[in-house]
């Protein structure tokens, strides 16, 4: 499905409305949130897909590492989780399922969440993934459409991750870049959310698969901003801009250049491989934190001192102008 084709079925349906509901299915936003009283809110999530990775375990850790990221990305904890499969019974070990539910399960731990249930069909295809509960305070929601004029953006994980995956498919990358996307994707976007909700941000999301343009323009849209990205502080996983450059390039970033790529105004050289770079599909990417100098660089100071175990930086910055532009420098 391309960018935008689920908010416009959407949109088109008689959707039920309620006072207590602060974020719904139209608004662009990465999950629901419900209020349940003066102090409490429920956010509700959920996300599965195919493996981007060989090993079952792996697999597990980095499809509920995506999942649980909503609700971070949302200023919340997460509460609850529950297991969606896809299996291949009749092709597949078992062994194999024990092994994603056992990667999935000690990251809804390192999450401090609980799981309790799930729902499994057969199926010809491998699939996994987690609906996941979580809570948060209802003044405290973080949404995608506050960000301000003069605020700087952090991104809190390195880009490449589907670029390097095509590669690895290809059987083009070197032996260790598996577990150098792995530990990138299966990482927790809960330490950075932890010390964002300190800072009092603007606005935030998680990068996914519309790619680093593609959340910069829902958030910038949403907010009646405009954005400029300082292409070289980007972070940027090794060899992606080399495969790039081979042309080695997933469909989807193709998908989120067509769709895209009219509100760009890039300054970068043409054939630059860092602007598929910027349009490449993640899986469990980074927060894109918007909030003021003070705040970003105080997160950024903090994750550095921390000793994060990924790539960071602050990007750019939000500026005035036609809402959804995105100028790249």
Known sequence: ????????????????????????????????VYRLNDDTA???????????????????????????????????????????????IKEMDRSILQDILRGGLDKIKEAGALLVGGHSIEDSELKYGLSITGVVHPSRVILNSGAQVGDRLLLTKPL????????????????????????????????????????????????????????????????GVAIRIDSRAVPVLPETLHFASMGIIPEGAHKNKAFY??????????????EMVLLDPQTSGGLLIAASADGVNSIADRLGKRNYPLDFGIIGEVIAGPPGTIEIV
């Open 261 to 274: 790529g009219q509100y760009m105004k890039s300054s970068l050289e043409e054939m630059d491989p860092l």
């Open 42 to 88: 429920l956010i509700q999530t959920v996300d599965f897909f195919t493996p981007i990775v060989d090993d079952p375990y792996q697999f597990g850790q980095v499809a509920a590492a995506n999942a649980l990221s909503d609700v971070y990305a949302m200023g919340g904890k997460p509460l609850l989780a529950m297991n969606l499969v896809g299996f291949p």
């Open 160 to 223: 490449g991750t589907g670029i390097l995956s095509t590669a690895l498919k290809g059987g083009a990358a070197a032996k260790g870049t598996e577990a150098m996307i792995t530990t990138v994707m299966a990482t927790l976007n809960r330490e950075a959310a932890q010390l964002m909700q300190t800072i009092g941000p603007h606005a935030c999301t998680d990068i996914t698969g519309f790619g680093l343009v593609g959340h910069l323009y829902e958030m910038a849209l949403a907010s």
């Open 1 to 32: 499905m391309s960018p935008g084709d689920l908010d416009h079925i959407l949109c088109g349906l008689d959707l039920p409305t309620d006072p207590n509901l602060i974020v719904g299915a139209t608004t662009g936003e990465d999950a629901g």
